[in-house]
């Protein structure tokens, strides 16, 4: 995964192609696994563009939903955006696209519960 771009309350990632990557190797396509990590770290990340501070965090639920496949060759990008703020939890949702966030490939939502202090 590589930095794309980030604002408050959001961050997009890259996720260059790469044979290894791949779930079916006749067809190409990259396997769900890469995918779901690439929203689990957008969207978390996003948490802490929202809070303006890391704080560490886990994953409470995180659900993708497809909408089609990753076009083989392709760099996706993962879009994640926390939405709401609690004390102790974040709310988020995201998407997963190549060229056009219009044409996505999955939809992320999920929530983060903040560990430690609070």
């Known amino acids: ?7 408050d309350g959001w961050v997009e990632l890259a996720l260059p192609w790469k044979q290894e990557l791949v779930g079916m190797e006749e067809s190409g396509i990259l396997a769900s696994g890469p995918i779901i990590s690439l929203m689990d770290n957008c969207t978390s990340m996003s948490v802490w563009t929202k809070r303006d501070a890391f704080v560490p965090q886990v994953t409470l639920d995180l659900r993708i939903d497809y909408t089609r496949a990753a076009t083989p060759g392709s760099t996706v990008i993962g ?5 709401k703020l609690t004390r102790s939890m974040s709310f988020v949702r995201g998407i997963a696209y190549e060229d056009d966030p219009d044409d996505p490939l999955a939809h992320a939502a999920g929530v983060f519960m903040m560990i430690g202090n609070n």
Do not use: I
């Open 1 to 7: 995964m590589q930095y794309h771009a980030h604002g």
């Open 79 to 83: 879009r994640g955006e926390c939405y």
